[in-house]
């Protein structure tokens, strides 16, 4: 077995049985990562000098093909209901294919780290079939030092091998895609699929499973800091504008995706960002769309036309186009991925029902019912079957990543928010004056007025009224914001249909909200949207 690159340990990759490969390209650089992808023929160069990727079936993750290892050790752990179990013999099985799978071929080391806190990092060797997934992963995570390369000690390995087709019936899975997590060892498999965002996520749900336990709480969430030191955390599933509404010049960028909150502050989980690339411009998004045209960027299922150039509106491939990129290419990105306690928490929502205000001021237990609720609202059209708004609850805004119950994440959310006296805010990025199909989207303008105004304390002033479906407080009115839509009702020609529309809502969210009720005290029970309904 040769081995290439900056670092080359005595044992390698050969320490997990991956001895008989051919050829090992360890820690290779940009330029070099670039050579072979291109030389390999899995990927091509943009005019901008960009490297695009098209990941084939898989332009997605597979969350029904996730497995987590049930063990001793995790058996109390887990929450199984949002968590597929793998048994372990399955995944020594399983694990024992993808290495005989492995022989013979070239592969592509990583070594990175996750957490800019050094009290709470978790050290990752990345191995792939792919130097281009090798490349994305360098610029998702945050790379250590030259000179510490040779002292690094992993603490998680992640074996992604794209050609490698499971068994269901073999190895205990579902179909010929897998990613199974073995938790009490560090070790995650993945086959079967070239979505490279499997890979970034896997290292975000080992590090859910191991800071709870630390008193750290994970978010899936991106935050920035101002110049006095007033960090702002916005949580949101994709969509909602968390990269889009973090991205702020007036404020320094943590990061846009993944975070922990411990005793040192907020850190950031990665070094770089994955942002969707779909209807991308210049005008909106000037710094996300100039960090597409350089070197070192990765482009995934972004359509070229005849001369390379990309056109971000094309969708053919897929809605979820991507785009990945060190941090340092935004211009006002943290140097350190570090920052205070959050003076601010943001939870964005998408409301396709017309009926959310463009923003609402949460008490702590509102702010964990919503949290824990994890709402925002798939649109007609983005998906197979969607032919009108549908509702969307993915706890903590990050279901998918979440090894632990849920009640264990939001009550440490609940405690560090009334430690340090965080004000939390709920915003809806949707639609305004209708549903979607009838209304108009909530105008970027108005929402990034709002945040600048909650972001900077003088929000906190204004004349607020109680929300009769919600029971949140929204402002009645903020200087630079049209008065009406900080009242939805009356921007809907129909007030009887919003009334129906926002019944229908309401239930929605205490349905969902059942599986909880048994995990949080009678405070937050009391935070549910219609309780004002009920009581006229």
Same mark, same amino acid.
């Given at each position: &077995? ?21 050829? %090992? ?29 098209? =990941? $084939? ?56 780290? @996750? ?6 990092? +978790?050290? =990752? ?44 019936? /073999? ?15 560090? +070790?995650?498999? !993945?086959? $079967? ?16 499973? +191991?800071?709870? #336990? ?21 949580? $949101?599933?994709?969509?909602? $504008? ?15 995706? *993944? ?46 036309? *005849? ?25 006002? #990105? ?27 001021? +949460? ?26 708004? *549908? ?10 990543? &979440?090894?632990?119950?849920? #009640? ?25 004056? @209708? #549903? ?28 607020? /009224? ?9 402002? %009645? ?5 049209? =008065? ?25 969210? !205490? ?26």
């Amino acid at each position: &077995m040769e081995q290439l690159g900056l670092y080359n340990p005595a044992n390698g990759v050969a320490a997990i049985g991956l001895e008989k490969v051919s050829r %090992v390209n360890y820690n290779l650089s940009e330029v070099e990562l670039y050579e072979e992808a291109i030389r390999r023929g899995e990927a091509d160069l943009t005019a901008d000098g960009a490297l695009r990727a098209v =990941t $084939g079936q898989h332009t997605g993750r597979s969350p029904k093909d996730k497995f987590v290892v049930r063990d001793a050790v995790t058996e109390d752990k887990i929450w199984w209901d949002n968590n597929k179990p793998m048994s372990p013999e399955h995944f020594a099985v399983l694990k024992a294919d993808m290495l005989a799978h492995a022989a013979g071929r070239e592969l592509f080391v990583q070594d990175l780290i @996750g957490g800019a806190d050094v009290d709470n990092a +978790l050290p =990752t060797r990345v191995v792939t079939e792919f130097a281009w997934h090798a490349l994305f992963i360098r610029n998702l995570l945050i790379r250590p030092k030259r000179d510490t390369l040779g002292t690094f000690e992993q603490k998680l390995t992640i074996i992604n091998l794209p050609s490698f087709r499971a068994d269901p019936e /073999r190895h205990g899975c579902r179909s010929e895609t897998v990613i199974a997590c073995d938790l009490a060892n560090g +070790l995650v498999l !993945i086959g $079967g699929t070239s979505y490279a965002g499997e890979n970034k996520k896997s290292v975000f749900t080992v590090l859910n499973y +191991l800071l709870p #336990a630390k008193s750290v709480m994970p978010m899936h969430c991106s935050a920035n800091v101002g110049k006095e030191g007033d960090t702002a955390v916005f949580f $949101g599933l994709s969509g909602t $504008g968390k990269t889009t509404l973090s991205a702020d010049p007036a404020r320094t960028l943590i990061g846009d995706d *993944e975070h922990g909150w411990g005793e040192n502050g907020v850190f950031n989980f990665e070094g770089g960002c994955y942002a969707k690339a779909i209807k991308l411009s210049a005008e909106a998004e000037p710094e996300i769309y100039a960090a597409t045209r350089r070197f070192g960027t990765v482009l995934e299922n972004v359509v070229l036309d *005849e001369n390379r150039v990309p056109n971000f509106d094309d969708n053919s491939l897929t809605e979820n186009t991507r785009s990945a990129y060190p941090l340092h290419f935004i211009p006002n #990105a943290s140097e350190t991925g570090l920052a205070p306690h959050p003076k601010t928490i943001i939870m964005l929502t998408a409301d396709a029902f017309g009926v959310m205000p463009p923003i609402a001021r +949460l008490t702590p237990e509102q702010a964990m019912y919503h949290f824990l609720s994890g709402y925002t609202a798939k649109v007609a059209g983005t998906e197979k079957g969607v032919t009108e708004p *549908e509702a969307t609850f993915s706890t903590c805004f990050g279901a998918p990543f &979440m090894p632990r119950h849920p #009640a264990e994440y939001g009550n440490l959310l609940k405690e560090l928010i009334a430690k340090h006296g965080v004000d939390c805010w709920l915003v809806n990025t949707g639609w305004t004056g @209708g #549903a979607y199909g009838t209304g108009r989207r909530m105008p970027i303008k108005a929402t990034r007025a709002l945040l600048t105004s909650a972001l900077n304390g003088s929000l906190k002033n204004a004349e607020f /009224r109680t929300d009769a479906n919600f029971g949140f407080a929204v402002p %009645v009115s903020v200087e630079g914001v049209e =008065t009406a839509i900080l009242d939805p009702r009356s921007t809907w020609a129909d007030s009887a249909a919003y009334d129906n529309q926002a019944a229908k809502l309401v239930s929605m969210f !205490i349905k969902n909200f059942e599986k909880f009720e048994a995990h949080v005290d009678a405070k937050v029970k009391d935070a549910a949207p219609g309780l004002l309904i009920a009581a006229e």
